[in-house]
């Protein structure tokens, strides 16, 4: 199969696309961003990595650090972290916090805002600097030791942050946070405010594809969370859209509102797009159409 043709095809196909939808401005630094710019890039589990369009140029990865703060804690505590954190779906915007009351404090999922906060206060418990955790990871596994913070983004959204800041404390009046809600919130917004490229993305996050083998070769995950990490981003990764995701596309993934979802191909590959124009859910419109017709043209989904 020629995969760099094909992907090279598929940009150019959704790239009409990308003047649909909007890019997301209540993180004000995010609003700025050009919506034309498009990238994709495929890194095959064992090696081979292609792309096309702006698959080199660093955006900021917002939610889809919680894939790896997700994995980092349960690499540190197995699975533990279920007891504070459910993986349902909640059929909810990424940032609704209307069933945190009816669920006790109890998060539907670690991928949505919410659950993601209780994620972070783990990761910094267990490692002291859950943002430097993260980043240490995306670097070793991108196997891009630039990888870095955006101090303009993350400083952006802590300004405009008064939801998280809102759940945040919620989380702690259940006593479902271990740390000062003001150091979670830090280390949330400085763990969403990373940039990397698809290319970056696509390294990083190849584990997935390994059976939680890490890009040097020794087990990061064992293979039955590797599977579970996947589970999760199939159902709750895409939020409300998690559904037509899983329909259209048919792959464990997870998107972020800086435009980016990375989408896992067991055993095969792990695929990322980037494009900032968003749908109504909060994912890359272009990037999904994309996903869906290189999976459909492949058949490379789980179904
Ligand atoms: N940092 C963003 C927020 O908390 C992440 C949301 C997202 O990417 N869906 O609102």
Redesign the pocket.
């Known amino acids: 199969m020629d995969i760099q043709g094909t992907i090279e095809e598929i940009v150019a196909m959704v790239a009409p696309l990308t003047s649909y939808g909007e890019v997301a401005s209540y993180?004000p630094s995010l609003g700025r961003v050009p919506p034309e710019n498009f990238g994709m890039c495929v890194a095959m589990a064992d090696g081979a990595v292609y792309g096309a369009g702006d698959w080199q140029k660093p955006f900021s990865i917002?939610?889809i650090s919680k894939v790896f703060s997700l994995a980092l804690v349960m690499s540190y505590d197995y699975d533990s972290i279920w007891v504070r954190v459910a993986r349902e779906p909640s059929g909810n915007p990424?940032?609704s916090m209307v069933q945190l009351e009816a669920d006790k404090g109890v998060p539907r999922n670690p991928f949505i805002?919410a659950g993601a906060l209780v994620v972070t206060d783990r990761l910094l418990s267990l490692t002291g600097d859950a943002a430097a955790s993260v980043r240490g990871l995306l670097r070793k596994e991108s196997g891009n030791p630039t990888v870095d913070i955006d101090p303009v983004a993350a400083a952006s959204?802590a300004e405009h942050g008064h939801r998280?800041a809102a759940m945040a404390h919620f989380l702690a009046s259940y006593g479902n946070l271990e740390n000062p809600v003001g150091l979670v919130l830090e280390n949330y917004?400085n763990q969403?405010a990373l940039e990397m490229s698809c290319e970056d993305l696509a390294r990083a996050s190849r584990f997935l594809s390994r059976d939680g083998v890490s890009s040097g070769g020794t087990p990061f995950l064992m293979p039955d969370q590797s599977k579970r990490v996947n589970a999760v981003m199939l159902t709750c990764g895409t939020y409300d859209a998690a559904g037509e995701f899983a329909y259209r596309v048919g792959l464990p993934g997870k998107?972020?509102?800086?435009g980016g979802i990375v989408a896992i191909v067991p055993g095969r590959c792990s695929i990322t797009v980037w494009g900032p124009s968003l749908d109504s859910n909060?994912n890359s419109l272009a990037g999904i159409a994309a996903l869906s017709e290189l999976t459909t043209r492949t058949g490379w989904s789980v179904f």
């Open positions: 993180i917002q939610s990424f940032n805002n959204e998280n917004f969403c998107s972020g509102v800086g909060g």
